[in-house]
T-cell receptor
Framework: KNEVEQSPQNLTAQEGEFITINCSYS?????LHWLQQHPGGGIVSLFM???GKKKHGRLIATINIQEKHSSLHITASHPRDSAVYIC??????????FGTGTSLTVIP | ETGVTQTPRHLVMGMTNKKSLKCEQH?????MYWYKQSAKKPLELMFV???????ENNSVPSRFSPECPNSSHLFLHLHTLQPEDSALYLC?????????????FGPGTRLLVL
């Protein structure tokens, strides 16, 4: 069983819809990261958080440390949001664990 | 543009070839990382370099040999690879190499081993 589990694995949404991607983890963490990977491979770091909530434009990330759960929300989704979203956690022992990613397709 | 470049972007090699992947970061960071991303699998951390010293080697086979001549450059030397080594190899960098930092990724090198 992977230390980081994401759901759903695949998601198709209509442009404008509100999207939620979930991440659960089973290890003690020092930080949780949300990454975006576009076709072609390049990865961009979206958020790093260890508590509470962060917002950047139409993206919102929340984390519940007690429940070992994080969510990534996209408001007013757009076709350019189509990408793979990866949840990753880093531990105090400098270990990194990655989810398998959620493939998002936003249809115009 | 994340400030991390990788060359080549695509590479096809036979099992007896020797090739090298190059990563360069223009961010003034002190830590650099090699990751492997295989289809349908999570990212796997391969190596970590902090101030040019290797601090992490996650049981990577010896056919992968990293080299970090300075804080801005990282190489991955490849020799006698296997077809199952075909994957996307991603380089990343961060300021100090601590778990609480944001890592900046390069575009990756897509490797096919025949």
């Amino acid at each position: 069983k992977n230390e980081v589990e994401q759901s759903p694995q695949n998601l198709t949404a209509q442009e404008g819809e509100f999207i939620t991607i979930n991440c659960s983890y089973s290890v003690g963490i020092s930080a949780l990261h949300w990454l975006q990977q576009h076709p072609g491979g390049g990865i961009v770091s979206l958020f790093m958080l260890s508590s509470g909530k962060k917002k950047h434009g139409r993206l919102i990330a929340t984390i519940n440390i007690q429940e070992k759960h994080s969510s990534l929300h996209i408001t007013a989704s757009h076709p350019r949001d189509s990408a793979v979203y990866i949840c990753a956690v880093s531990t105090t022992g400098n270990q990194f664990y990655f989810g398998t990613g959620t493939s998002l397709t936003v249809i115009p | 543009e994340t400030g991390v470049t990788q060359t080549p972007r695509h590479l096809v090699m036979g099992m007896t070839n020797k090739k090298s992947l190059k990563c360069e970061q223009h961010l003034g960071h002190n830590a650099m990382y090699w990751y492997k991303q295989s289809a349908k699998k999570p990212l796997e951390l391969m190596f970590v370099y902090n101030f040019k010293e290797q601090t992490e080697n996650n049981s990577v086979p010896s056919r992968f040999s990293p080299e970090c001549p300075n804080s801005s450059h990282l190489f991955l030397h490849l020799h006698t690879l296997q077809p199952e080594d075909s994957a996307l190899y991603l380089c990343a960098s961060s300021q100090e190499g601590t778990p609480q930092e944001t890592q900046y990724f390069g575009p990756g090198t897509r490797l096919l081993v025949l």
